[in-house]
């Protein structure tokens, strides 16, 4: 009886792998790209055939290997891992390749500078408790628990652990321990404020100052108006956390605390971090990548009246949606304006990008089909009916469902918040970041990223690309050359480089003019972001 041929594991995980890939590929209808992909993969199987032998499979680890982690090897990495050099871009060399995706902004030798000054003291004994139900999103809830941090230090009072919100849009039933480090939360603001678990049992059923803090508000109002209330009642507990602290002109050492709360005190919680982590490197597997946020779901879009480019269908869903939402929030918070013209609202730069824009944007910005992009989102109102053209695009289209199995996914798969924090880890790490939308994820991201070295964060003029592409879509404009030097031109200073945030825009007042300026979690410069060598700013100066 011949003896039957045994293939090497690792041709056979290739090959599994070659499977998966075109198959993506022909569902996204990118045929041309697939016959290129298959003869890309066939050159790359002849020529690093010896190199996967001595160089192992992807992600080779030094413990134990569990299942889900062999299978990403075998049947969902692609193939081009075997090689080093087929992680490039388009198969040129590593210096086009860094290119292809673009230079990081110059950082200008900005680094974290947010140790306080020697005149900061450890807390001294505590005149109270601070209750904080912090409400919206996940990263509204980082912004506000940051900033109650800040509140906390300026009444001397105890923080006692936030409740998250559970009952927003999302009905995410997650503690604070579930989303985020509750020790390292802790520990690492010790020698700031006083962090404890719980009340103690003698003030659990004793009353309570309940208040809503005035939004966007300085030093003087908690020290004048909050602070005092301690002296009748030793809890008070915050309604809200949102925009409850200015952005600007307050102390330096105030500023700095804020910063250190959110972007190293709100670590996640360990079981986020590890997957979150193991999707960056995943995502690495495919070279240097795009994370983009696309904002194109059914609360964003609900909430916005955005409704271009959706059929009858779904804009009457939207409406149905949006008139629950005003009703509750008209009552709530009376911010949501019942009736909006979509059409405006979109040539305002005021609708997220749809997936189809944002592939003709990406393309317009030079980045070759073979450029890999992490979808950081939720479910994308539409499915893939929205999303085929970006896919045509940009075939190599992941996210988190496709980086892990449903088995890695199924502790946090339930929980909004905790969802979204595996979205913002890959994003954070990515090479390059674009929102299509501004909003509180887009924001925090950006900011993050400039905290961390001014990573490439490109930030689209959504109300002049709508314009452009309305005139393609219209026949006046071409894709091409043209379209692409007036969408370079217009986002080449819109890449993240260091600058002092943004005042409020000229002409506005009240709230309207606190809305109008740049949060503060979103450009820490120059509060907590200085160049090495050169004095620290003393005061919160901003460009206006």
């Known amino acids: 009886m011949p003896r039957r041929k045994v293939r090497p594991a690792g041709a056979a995980a290739r090959q599994a792998a070659l499977r998966w890939w075109l198959l993506s590929l022909a569902t996204a209808g990118a045929i041309v790209t697939a016959a290129a992909a298959l003869v890309a993969v066939s050159l790359h199987f002849s020529g690093s055939a010896a190199a996967s032998a001595s160089s192992g499979a992807p992600y080779r680890l030094s413990q134990p290997r569990e299942a889900e982690e062999l299978r990403w090897e075998q049947e969902i990495a692609p193939p081009q891992l075997a090689s080093p050099q087929s992680r490039m871009l388009d198969g040129v060399a590593g210096d086009a390749a860094e290119k292809s995706l673009g230079l990081p902004a110059p950082a200008r030798r900005f680094v974290p500078c947010v140790a306080p000054s020697p005149e900061y003291k450890s807390p001294v004994a505590s005149r109270g408790y601070l209750l904080l139900h912090a409400n919206g999103g996940l990263n509204q809830m980082r912004a506000g628990i940051s900033d109650m941090v800040a509140v906390v230090r300026i009444i001397n009072a105890t923080l006692i652990i936030p409740e998250l919100d559970k009952k927003s849009f999302w009905h995410d039933r997650s503690n604070f321990s579930d989303v985020f480090d509750e020790e390292h939360f802790i520990n690492s603001l010790a020698n700031d404020v006083k962090v404890e678990k719980q009340l103690p049992k003698e003030l659990v059923k004793a009353p309570k100052f309940v208040r809503y803090f005035k939004s966007w508000s300085g030093v003087d109002y908690y020290q004048d108006e909050i602070s005092p209330l301690l002296d009748h009642r030793q809890v008070i507990r915050a309604a809200k956390s949102d925009s409850r602290l200015a952005n600007n002109y307050l102390p330096t050492d105030i500023q700095k605390l804020r910063c250190r709360a959110f972007f190293q005190a709100l670590r996640f919680a360990p079981p986020i971090e590890a997957l979150g982590k193991l999707l960056v490197e995943r995502m690495r597997s495919f070279g240097p990548y795009i994370a983009l946020h696309l904002r194109y779901e059914k609360d964003m879009l609900a909430f916005s009246g955005c409704t271009y480019g959706l059929s009858q269908t779904e804009s009457e869903e939207l409406a149905m949606i949006r008139q629950g939402l005003w009703a509750y929030l008209f ?92 979205d913002y880890i890959v994003s954070v790490e990515s090479d390059v970041f674009i929102p299509s939308h501004s909003g509180n994820m887009a924001r925090a991201v950006a900011g993050h990223r400039r905290f961390l070295g001014h990573r490439k964060t490109i930030s689209p003029d959504r109300k002049t690309l709508v314009r452009l592409f309305d005139k393609v879509d219209s026949g006046l404009l071409k894709e091409g050359r043209r379209l692409s030097e007036r969408i370079l031109d217009i986002h080449r200073k819109r890449q993240g480089s260091p600058r002092k945030r943004k005042g409020p825009v000229s002409g506005t007042k009240g709230k309207d003019r606190f809305r109008s300026e740049e949060a503060f979690y979103e450009n820490p410069l120059p509060d907590c972001l200085c160049q090495p060598g050169s004095p620290d700013s003393n005061d919160s100066l901003v460009s206006i």
Do not use: W
């Open 331 to 422: 009552i709530t918070l009376s911010c949501l304006v019942k009736d909006i013209d979509p059409l405006e609202q979109r040539s305002h730069g005021h609708c997220p990008l749809t997936p189809k824009e944002v592939g003709m944007f990406l393309s317009a910005l030079g980045y070759p089909s073979s450029t890999p992009v992490y979808i950081a989102a939720g479910e994308i109102y539409g499915g893939e009916s929205h999303m085929v053209d970006l896919q045509s695009r940009f075939p190599i289209l992941m996210n988190k469902e496709k980086l892990a199995s449903a088995e890695e996914l199924r502790p946090f798969s339930q929980y909004a918040a905790q969802m979204a924090a595996l």
